[in-house]
DNA sequence: TCAACATACGGAGCGCTGTTCCGCTTGTCA
DNA sequence: TGACAAGCGGAACAGCGCTCCGTATGTTGA
């Protein structure tokens, strides 16, 4: 090893390469909501404009892009939450909107453990990192809707997110399966007002 | 409806058709255990010695040849509980020779989820049905060797069943993880006299 | 026992997939 | 601005699940 801290240099990417990867990014959850994760690779490439070339040269194997674009939406999700704290008008129309954001982002979930179905470990070691993630800002959204009293406080946020997740399951399936208006009605049902 | 209580007659089949069926069904579990549970159908024809036109005509999809594999293993399974209880020479052998049995089934069950990647309602029905089936099982062996004073007996047979479960997750993948032994020694450390 | 016929069989072939390969294009930098 | 590495597009390939249809065989009534 003649390394010591210092990193090997990442040699800094053409310009036009970062565009693609990010095209490809942003085209491939796009087809995943849309068709499903299981989606061909072509239709990806056709989405974002590009080459088959250029998507392999990018993301190896078909299972690499799925992964990629799984923690580009972890990270994505993780930064919607104080956003929408900000910018809409009260934290429970912000968690509403965040998990809205949640659901698009659960399709490529589901489908993750069908393209990971021979690395068990890798899979469990991904769902880690998106519960760390993930529930710390589903619990803050919580936390603003109680302090402001608009919310019941009786559920954590964690048990929030495994019923929304267990919604979900089989929505790709059924087309007259509407996991989403499901979903907004748990959420309108945490309102105090609600409950009368 | 004109039939009452009588169900439409099934009309027998030719013996070769049922010969085979059982064929294809012991040729498809054995491919499992050997290539897993993503081998090529035409590997399995292969094995069994039948056409593709065959395999198609008794299982219309791959996936109903996994299911029907899976049943037919779980039916085994349970079938063999007793059987070894009688013919070994003590229950706790009888219990780890069952295991074994259950061990090579798993390869067919962690493969059944890729397999019906599409129908979460149906792999849980399934699931269900190999936990009502197998756990009595598993139990009443537990019970046999704990009544002869072999074994611990604060562990259930789900729990058991769990935890060899558990320890054949990407046994398939690292040829360098021996599962079955691992599961071996936890039947092993269940004796009395293991704990000193 | 022996046609006659429905049933079942084998395997080439189809359409689709993920992945590779290579000639051409384009961004970068001296 | 020219030279060249970095990057691109898409035809081609191998392998998959599944279909189709001419052929073979078990079954059944005479």
């Given at each position: 090893m003649e390394d010591t801290g210092e990193q090997a240099a990442p040699p800094r990417k053409r310009a036009d390469a970062r565009r693609n990867e990010q095209a490809l990014l942003e085209a491939a959850a796009a087809v995943f909501v849309?068709?499903?994760?299981q989606a061909p690779v072509r239709e990806i490439?056709?989405?974002a404009g590009v080459g088959m070339g250029t998507i392999y040269r990018h993301f190896p194997q078909r299972a690499d892009l799925v992964i990629a674009v799984y923690r580009h939406?972890?990270?994505a999700c993780a930064a919607a939450g104080p956003a929408l704290l900000?910018?809409?008008?009260t934290p429970?129309?912000?968690l509403g909107r965040w998990v809205r954001l949640f659901v698009?982002?659960?399709v490529t979930k589901h489908g993750l453990a069908g393209a990971m179905r021979d690395d068990d470990a890798g899979f469990a070691a991904l769902h880690g990192y998106f519960l760390d993630r993930l529930v710390p800002v589903c619990a803050s959204l919580l936390d603003a809707a109680a302090a402001a009293g608009e919310i019941e406080t009786d559920v954590s946020a964690l048990n929030l997110m495994h019923g929304i997740g267990n919604l979900c399951i089989g929505a790709d399936k059924d087309p007259g399966y509407d996991a989403g208006r499901l979903?907004?009605?748990?959420?309108?049902g945490l309102r105090r007002s609600a409950v009368g």
């Open positions: 849309r068709s499903g994760v490439a056709a989405e939406q972890v990270e900000e910018s809409a008008p429970h129309a912000a698009e982002f659960l979903v907004d009605l748990l959420v309108a």
